[in-house]
């Protein structure tokens, strides 16, 4: 099992910057990428950033695309991912997964943390 904690959630004004991180713990071993999606309220999950645990690999989705980083510390086990220029429509319940064998967009991710909320004020 990989136990996931996503923190550095909370509330900013349109065009200021957070960063998330996701501290993994347990069989970190399995990882094979880590990735990250949101939820708005009523809406369905959606893809953010993935990145792969032992290369510098990463997907973005086009919405986040030259505005969102991920990154890795894989000595500290955690994924970081830097949100600047925040938009309104980025306000969301944040995610972290991990996946064991795959680097991938799709929500077929093996370990999910509990959610870090992000709200952007207009």
């Known amino acids: 099992q990989v136990q996931l904690v996503e923190s550095g959630g909370g509330l900013v004004q349109a065009g200021g910057s957070l960063r998330l991180s996701c501290a993994a713990s347990g069989r970190t071993f399995s990882i094979y990428a880590m990735g990250w999606f949101r939820q708005a309220p009523g809406k369905e999950r959606e893809f953010v950033a993935a990145i792969r645990w032992s290369v510098s690999m990463t997907y973005y989705a086009d919405s986040v695309k030259g505005r969102f980083t991920i990154s890795r510390d894989n000595a500290k086990n955690t994924v970081y991912l830097q949100m600047n220029s925040l938009k309104p429509e980025d306000t969301a319940l944040y995610y972290c997964?991990?996946?064991?064998?795959?680097?991938?967009?799709?929500?077929?991710?093996?370990?999910w943390g509990q959610g870090t909320q992000v709200t952007v004020s207009s």
């Open positions: 997964a991990a996946h064991r064998d795959r680097l991938t967009t799709s929500p077929s991710y093996d370990y």
